[in-house]
C-alpha cells in the first residue's frame, strides 16, 4: 500500500502542469462547496436564532382565525384567554392602523405588547421609561422607509372594535435595530393596555408569545404553533436555496472529475509498457488497478491540501467579517429573515462531508477507466499493442 | 331699585335667547328638511371625480343609479383604464367588476376601507346608508354665514355604537335646507375630513350643491372633487340594473 501511494505521487509530480492543473481546479471545488455550504448554514443559523429572538419567542398561540398571511383575517382574529391558561405567555395585539407622518398616509399595523415581557427582544422597556401618552417603538426600516426619528409625534387614526373612528398623537420612544423585516416594516409597537383602551378590546389578544416554561395543552379557539414549526419554513426556504445552489458546485465538481477522468483514461493508454511491466515483475491485474485507482484519488488528496491551505485564510475572514449583504435585500420585507451581514458557518461536519465527497467522488472516477487494467494482456502490454 | 333690576334681567334674558338663533324649526326638522331635499326614491346621476393627487390630478366620470338607500349601481366611462368597471350595492354588499380580469369580487372587511380609485373616499363612505337621524343626537349650535349664505350650525353626536364618526358638525343653508360644509370628528375630538360643498342649483325645483369637495384633513393635498354633471331625480330605473348580471353586461 504504501509503494502504491510513494508510485503515485512521483507520477503525479513527474506529470507537472496536467497534475497541478487538475488539482488547481478539484481544489477552487473544494473550496466553492465548502464555501457556499457555509455561507447557507451561517445564514440559517443567524435567521433562525434572530426569528426566535424577535419574532417567535418558544411558540406562537394564535387565534384559529388569525392567519398573518393574511390581514383580512385581523378585524376579527382576537379574543380573550383565562388567565390561568396564559400563564408563561406575553399576549400581543394586532389592529390596523393609518399613521400621518408630514401630510402622507401610510398603512400600519399597530400591535400592542406587554411593556414587562421578556420574551421577546422588542425593547418594550422603553414604555417604562417615557410619559408620552401613546409611545410607539419601531424598526429602523419603519424609521428610515419614512424619515422618522425618536421624539416625533405622529398622528395615528385608528378604529375601535365598533368601527368607530379614532386618531391620537403617538411618540416615537425607541427605535430598535433587528434582522427580521417582519416584525418592522410597517409596524408600531405600543403597549398593549393603551391598545386595549384605545380599541376597547381589553384583555383580547390576536396571539400570544410563549415562554420557555410553557406547557401547551389544547384550548378551544386557539392554535399553537412550537417554535420548531414555525421555523419548518425559514428551513424549508433555505434547504431550497441550497438545493439550487449545489447545482453550481456540482457542476464545477462534474468538471474536476471529468478531468481527473481524462487523465486517467489517456495515462492508461500512454502506460501500457509500464502496467505491462509490473505484470510480468508479479503484481497482479487488481494491485495495478488499486495503483492507478490510488493515483487517480491522490489528486482529490493533493486538492483538498491545497484547498484548505487557500481556503483557511478565506474562511475565517469571511467568518469573522460576515458577508454584507445589499441594502435593498435587508430593508425591504423579503418574506424571510436576511442580516446585514452574514457570517458563514463553517463546521467541522461540512469541511469532512466535503472531503469525503471530493475523495470518493474522484476514486470512483480514477477506478472506473482502471478497471480496464484488469482485462489487458501483459504481453500486449509490454509490446504497447493495447487500443 | 328691584324693579328695575327685574325688568333689565328680563331683557337680558330675552336678548340672549335672540342672540343664541333660537329658530323655528329643530335640528331634527332641519336634518328631515335636508332630507327631504337632497334624498329622493331614485335617482341617475352623471358625474366627474377629480382626484388631487401629489404630484398629479386625475378625472373620473362614471353613470350612477340608485334605488332608495339600498340599491346603487356604478359603471366607469373615463379614463380608458378605469372604463368599464362597475359596481353594484345591494344593501351591506358591494361588488366589482372590472373589465381587463373579466372578474366580479365582493368586497367585504378591511377592503371596504380602501380608498375607491384613490380618492379620498373609501368604499364604506359610499356604503353609508343610514339616514343621519338614525345614527345621530342633533343639535343646533349656533349661525354662521358660509359664501354670504346663512346656515345653521348643527353638531350632531352619534347615538349608536357603530356610528364611523362620533361626532360630526354641519352648516345648512336657512334658505335653502342644504348642507354648505360639514366636518366628521374622531372619538378624541380631531377633525379627520372635511366636505365641502358649493355650486347649489335649483334641479327638477330643488336645490342640489353640485360640487362636492372631500378632504381627509390629516393628508396633505387638495382632496377630491365629486362634481355632478347631469342629475335626475324619481326616475324609472329598470329592476335588472340592480342584478349581478348586469356587471359583466
Known sequence: MKLAFQLAYRNLVGAGLRTWLNVGILAFTFIVIIFFNGYLDGWNLQAQ???????????????????????????????KLASAKSENLSPILIRQASLYPEGRMISVLMKGIDGNQQSLSIPTEAFQETDAEIPAVIGQRMAKSNSLKVGDKILLRWRDKNGTFDASEITIVKIFDSDVSSIDLGQIWIPIEKLWEMTELKGHATYFIANEHYQHQEISGWKFFSKEELLKQLKEIIEMKSASSSILYLLLLGIALLAIFDTQVLSIFRRQKEIGTYIALGMTRWQVVKLFTIEGSMYSLMASVLGILIGAPIFWYFASNGIGMPEYVTEEDMGITIAQRIYPAFSFGLLLGTLALVVISATIVSFLPSRKIAKIDPVDALKGKVQ | MRSYTIIIFGLLLFASFNLMGQSEFTAEEILQKVDENMSSNSTITESKMVIHGRRNTREVVSKGYAEGNEKAFTEYLAPEREKGTKMLKLEDKLWIYNPSTDRTIQLSGHMLRQSVMGSDLSYEDLMEDRELTDIYNAKI?????IDNRKCWLLELNATVDDASYQKRKTWIDQERFVPLKEELYAKSGQLLKQITLKNVEKVDGRWYPKNVNYKDVLKEGEGTDFIVLDIQFNPEIPDYIFNKASLKR
Do not use: C, M
Request: charged fraction near 30%; proline fraction near 6%.
Open chain 1, 49 to 79: 436564532r434572530e426569528s426566535v429572538k424577535w419574532e417567535y419567542g418558544n411558540g406562537q398561540l394564535r387565534h384559529q382565525d388569525y392567519d398573518p398571511l393574511d390581514p383580512f383575517t385581523l378585524t376579527d382574529a382576537h379574543g
Open chain 2, 141 to 145: 349650535i349656533g349661525e354662521e354665514t
